[in-house]
Nanobody, 118 residues
């Protein structure tokens, strides 16, 4: 079966950094676009960062210059380096794997809590 296993979340002070990891199994990792989403209480889930199968990247305006998404196809892992964190970054962060334009090849991780204290 397909599994996306996340790690690296936790509690950090404003201005600090965290590095999230998402290890995928059960998929041909190299053909998937990988993304990080987040959802804060009372808000819609939003796309934070995406890296395509060709390693092009896109970021939400709110995180540009602070967050970096990367992938290691040899390890079937996607990362999100988060720097200069602020309390508005507090949310549950989700890893997503999908083949574009596919309704079936689309998978989610369990989510990991990131809390940034002021």
């Amino acid at each position: 079966q397909v599994q996306l296993v996340e790690s690296g979340g936790g509690l950090v002070q404003a201005g600090g950094s965290l590095r999230l990891s998402c290890a995928a199994s059960g998929i041909r990792f190299s053909i998937y676009a990988m993304a990080w989403y987040r959802q804060a209480p009372g808000k819609q889930r939003e796309l934070v960062a995406l890296i395509s199968s060709g390693s092009s990247t896109n970021y939400a305006d709110s995180v540009k210059g602070r967050f970096t998404i990367s992938r290691d196809n040899a390890k079937n892992t996607v990362y999100l380096q988060m720097n200069s964190l602020n309390p508005e970054d507090t949310a549950v962060y989700y890893c997503n794997a999908r083949v574009v334009l596919s309704t079936t090849m689309n998978y989610w991780g369990q989510g990991t809590q990131v809390t940034v204290s002021s």
